[in-house]
Nanobody, 122 residues
């Protein structure tokens, strides 16, 4: 059974940085497409960033230039470095795994972590 465990969320001020981590167990991590998603209260879950098994990265427009996704296969870990955080980045952030090519659609990711809260104050 696949398990994903996120960490690194917290309360920060606008302009600050955070790094989220997601450790994966139970699958061949190196073959997975890994995604970060977020969900704010009253809103749908949205794609933030993803990284394929070939290390190609994808970002939603609102975080380009501020967020960086990376992976370390030897640690079975995917990271999301978030710089210049804004109040509109406030959400629960989830990592997810997909045994297939990149897609931004949450419904195509089979395995999910429990989420970590990121709150950005103005």
């Amino acid at each position: 059974q696949v398990q994903l465990v996120e960490s690194g969320g917290g309360l920060v001020q606008a302009g600050d940085s955070l790094t989220l981590s997601c450790v994966v167990s139970g699958r061949t991590f190196s073959t997975l497409t890994m995604g970060w998603f977020r969900q704010a209260p009253g809103k749908e879950r949205e794609h933030v960033a993803a990284i394929g098994s070939n290390y190609i990265t994808y970002y939603t427009d609102s975080v380009k230039g501020r967020f960086t996704i990376s992976r370390v296969n030897g640690k079975k870990t995917v990271y999301l470095r978030m710089n210049n955080l804004k109040p509109e980045d406030t959400a629960v952030y989830y990592c997810a795994a997909r045994a297939g090519p990149y897609t931004p659609a949450p419904s195509f990711y089979k395995d999910w972590g429990q989420g970590t809260q990121v709150t950005v104050s103005s």
